[in-house]
């Protein structure tokens, strides 16, 4: 009797990477004796690649199965008690449990926890504007969302696909569907593309993507979507002119999904996302974890709280948080803003600041832009890159890196990402050790060509 | 007249990587009316691609001139007076004077000097056995070595090839050797290919080399080159065996080339190199620097001398050599041991210690290895990849990191010689903010993989 006394329950909110990664680590650590774990999850599937949409759409991925890490009956195998299509609707702290419906029977009840996981992700930002719900614009945050685009695409006999926002997000679905065959037009409210680059980074994404064919339009708010026959999308209005689609993709980015937390009374930062401390527990919340998506994270470079709402992070969150659920210890120390993406053979990367997010946290910096190719320039299929180098004024602490190119261009970053992670110099990263063969780098790999004149500059300005 | 007085000279050894590096940046810091700058080459050629030379014989470079990155007019035309075909025969450190032949006339002059940098490279060990200098018997060191190979290659009309030597020359030259449509023997001392691997990771390139269609033969020594018809190559013969051969590539190493420094009494290391400071001034010479493959460096990582001729180290430390003379202050501190090379689309990679060089300087480790992939799952192309982590026991401090993969897999090296670099555990890796996007990499990069394993089995041993 007693036995089932010392069992403890987690209750995990939300069945994709962070809560599922949370459970599956607490489970390895606690046996089902130790600790029974129920997960809530108001779709249909646990545990997939939000980021593998876009190349599912697209066609490089075939089956979406192929997006799903894990399934279930998987989870419910390493008894994990998923429970689908079911929406956690309160949160009751004090009273250590959640309510949750059925979202298909409407049924609700109550279930007590000891220890809570919060993974209730992000929602994708949708335009308040006529039009904006009519048949055949989609989101891509869901593999139910991924399902329906390409339901659209299946039916419409159109060929002319309008994206919204040219973040990761829109340039990886302008790639979709051009793979698809349309003709792609990607409107953006920003200066250039890549708004997570300085513009004259944006700017040769901007000139790469019009190579590929796609029209850029930018400096565009769009003010309506025009519907025809059927109620279905015909076109995009923004200020400056109508841009016929027959179907509009919105990719202008997500808000952490925190309606939950924020009417239990949980301490939210200043986008919205849950403020956690570095063992990713609710400040102020002893038995209260959260991760993914819907919480803000610390940056490194800047000190600042952030919200980037990407996979790797997520799963390392979870990671983080089952290992502690599961009672270890581990911390998720922070982030540096890195992420990559591409649109068709173009790469794009950057981490650490911007020149904007530099100055808004009062920085001075050296700034630097340099060309060089991915291989020996000698060797076959060498491409260029460009590399841009921010470091702090006088001390020449790295500061962030952007870099856009070809093949072998985009994991480049990683090279300072590690650097920023360990406050290296721009000096110090002159004489980094790194991989040379004359398939892989020139003599000087780009990082390096950067690192050299940026440390140049920071010296000069002494 | 006094005018002339205050022009230093600065003599250079060696027209290749180091030295016309530390040219070229001497003389960006100082003009003609302040530093006159020679340089002897006892070749034809400065400034050279070494590195390049198995993809030339290969095909994938197909003309010599592109493996030059500065031709001696080049070089004059920034007021280098380069010396082709001059052989420095002796080195006078008391008289500060060099005396150098004319290779071809065979005279001999004194030149005086107020700064010297050598860096005469390396030599190629070359076997001491019977047939080891017959017609079809090549290293590949330098460009006319190279020559040499492609006009034995043009003539015979032979398709069988033994190369001598399983380290990234003998790789490369094996692969060379296949795309030229040769039948290829490796035939190797150690007990596997790339013994700067541990046997383990070696083994992986073992299989994938015969799996291209090489052949290995492992722990094998030559013995002798038996000849034939016009005493050229016929065979390769082992204690095992006999290989026939219609052409040989030695592929065996090599080493300093300090015969000069050695006799002027300059202070060379275990391996046979200079040893230097960390301004790569020469220990004890105030006005004497040398770099690239004549030298030995720090190993930041064991704390040893090594001797690690590479074209990359040798330009950057022609890079600090040439900002010291020009009067700046450079230092290099020393490598972490990173090797990148590929054999066919098999990419190999390494840096920091291998078990065996942990064992020798008295490190207990924790040795873990993983599989992965280089993109995601799901996405298209995604190829295996094996990682093999090295860390400190107890401490966790990572000491090495190698990789056995396709393509993607080589530069992913460049995170572990970041944090290599910056001292940083295996625990500290796994939250490192490496890009991620499904075509790009995993959700997890095989690289924290491996830290995540490595981490876990430092925590278990505590």
């Not at 994708?124 to 504007?129: C, S, V």
């Not at 999308?233 to 937390?261: C, K, M, N, S, Y």
């Not at 992420?339 to 790469?347: G, H, M, P, Q």
């Given at each position: 009797?007693?036995?089932?006394?010392t069992?403890?329950?987690?209750?995990?909110?939300g069945?994709?990477?962070a809560?599922?990664?949370?459970?599956?680590?607490?489970?390895?650590?606690?046996?089902?004796?130790?600790?029974e774990?129920?997960?809530?999850?108001?779709?249909h599937?646990?545990?997939y690649?939000a980021?593998?949409?876009?190349?599912?759409?697209?066609?490089?991925?075939?089956?979406?199965?192929?997006?799903?890490?894990r399934?279930?009956?998987?989870?419910?195998a390493?008894?994990?008690?998923v429970r689908?299509r079911?929406?956690?609707?309160?949160?009751?702290?004090?009273?250590?449990?959640?309510?949750?419906?059925?979202?298909?029977?409407?049924e609700?009840?109550?279930?007590?926890y000891d220890?809570?996981?919060?993974?209730?992700?992000a929602r994708p930002?949708r335009?308040?504007?006529?039009?904006?719900?009519?048949?055949?614009?989609h989101?891509?945050?869901?593999?139910?969302?991924?399902?329906?685009?390409?339901?659209?695409?299946?039916?419409?006999?159109?060929?002319?696909?309008?994206?919204?926002?040219?973040g990761?997000?829109?340039?990886?679905?302008a790639?979709?569907?051009i793979?698809?065959?349309?003709?792609?037009?990607?409107?953006n409210?920003g200066?250039?593309?890549?708004?997570?680059?300085?513009?004259?980074m944006?700017?040769?994404?901007?000139?790469?993507?019009?190579g590929?064919?796609?029209t850029?339009?930018?400096?565009?708010?769009?003010t309506?979507?025009?519907?025809g026959?059927?109620?279905?999308?015909?076109?995009?209005v923004?200020?400056?002119?109508?841009?016929?689609?027959?179907?509009?993709?919105?990719?202008?980015?997500?808000?952490?999904?925190t309606?939950?937390a924020?009417?239990?009374?949980?301490?939210?930062?200043?986008?919205g996302?849950?403020?956690?401390?570095?063992?990713m527990r609710?400040?102020?919340?002893e038995?209260i974890?959260?991760?993914?998506?819907?919480?803000e994270?610390l940056?490194?470079v800047?000190?600042?709280?952030?919200?980037?709402?990407l996979?790797?992070h997520?799963?390392?969150?979870?990671?983080v948080?089952g290992t502690?659920?599961?009672?270890g210890y581990?911390?998720?120390?922070g982030?540096v803003g890195?992420?990559?993406?591409?649109v068709?053979?173009?790469?794009?990367?950057?981490?650490?600041l911007?020149e904007?997010?530099?100055?808004?946290?009062?920085?001075?910096f050296?700034?630097?832009?340099?060309?060089?190719?991915?291989?020996?320039?000698?060797?076959?299929?060498?491409?260029?890159?460009?590399?841009?180098?921010?470091?702090?004024?006088?001390?020449?602490r790295?500061l962030?890196v952007?870099?856009?190119?070809?093949?072998?261009?985009?994991?480049?970053?990683d090279?300072?990402?590690?650097?920023?992670t360990a406050?290296?110099?721009?000096?110090?990263?002159?004489?980094?050790d790194l991989?040379y063969?004359?398939?892989?780098s020139?003599?000087?790999?780009?990082?390096?060509?950067?690192a050299?004149?940026a440390?140049a500059?920071?010296?000069?300005?002494?």
């Amino acid at each position: 009797m007693n036995m089932s006394r010392t069992r403890e329950r987690l209750v995990v909110i939300g069945g994709d990477a962070a809560g599922m990664s949370a459970a599956s680590q607490a489970r390895r650590l606690k046996g089902p004796d130790e600790l029974e774990i129920v997960a809530f999850e108001r779709g249909h599937f646990t545990s997939y690649s939000a980021c593998g949409i876009p190349y599912w759409v697209g066609g490089d991925v075939t089956d979406r199965d192929q997006l799903i890490a894990r399934t279930p009956e998987e989870h419910r195998a390493r008894d994990i008690d998923v429970r689908l299509r079911t929406e956690v609707t309160e949160l009751d702290v004090d009273g250590r449990r959640v309510r949750a419906r059925d979202v298909d029977s409407g049924e609700e009840s109550w279930t007590s926890y000891d220890k809570l996981v919060i993974a209730t992700g992000a929602r994708p930002i949708r335009p308040d504007m006529p039009g904006a719900d009519a048949a055949g614009v989609h989101g891509v945050q869901t593999l139910d969302d991924g399902q329906a685009l390409l339901d659209t695409l299946e039916r419409t006999r159109g060929r002319r696909a309008v994206v919204v926002g040219a973040g990761y997000i829109g340039v990886e679905m302008a790639e979709a569907l051009i793979n698809r065959g349309y003709e792609v037009t990607v409107v953006n409210r920003g200066s250039e593309p890549m708004s997570t680059l300085d513009p004259d980074m944006g700017c040769l994404v901007h000139e790469a993507m019009e190579g590929l064919g796609i029209t850029m339009v930018n400096e565009a708010e769009v003010t309506k979507i025009l519907t025809g026959d059927k109620g279905a999308v015909r076109a995009v209005v923004t200020q400056d002119g109508e841009f016929p689609a027959d179907v509009v993709v919105l990719g202008i980015g997500v808000r952490p999904e925190t309606t939950l937390a924020e009417a239990a009374g949980l301490p939210l930062g200043p986008h919205g996302g849950l403020l956690t401390d570095r063992s990713m527990r609710v400040r102020g919340h002893e038995n209260i974890w959260s991760g993914g998506d819907c919480v803000e994270v610390l940056d490194l470079v800047s000190g600042q709280d952030r919200h980037i709402p990407l996979g790797t992070h997520a799963n390392k969150h979870g990671q983080v948080i089952g290992t502690n659920v599961g009672g270890g210890y581990a911390t998720f120390p922070g982030v540096v803003g890195t992420a990559v993406s591409k649109v068709c053979d173009l790469e794009i990367a950057r981490t650490g600041l911007r020149e904007k997010d530099a100055r808004r946290v009062g920085l001075r910096f050296e700034s630097v832009t340099i060309e060089s190719t991915s291989r020996a320039g000698y060797y076959p299929n060498s491409s260029p890159m460009t590399v841009k180098m921010l470091a702090e004024h006088r001390t020449g602490r790295l500061l962030g890196v952007q870099i856009v190119g070809r093949e072998g261009a985009g994991k480049r970053v990683d090279i300072a990402a590690v650097a920023l992670t360990a406050g290296m110099t721009a000096e110090q990263m002159t004489t980094l050790d790194l991989g040379y063969a004359p398939p892989f780098s020139p003599v000087w790999d780009p990082v390096l060509v950067a690192a050299r004149k940026a440390a140049a500059k920071v010296r000069g300005s002494l």
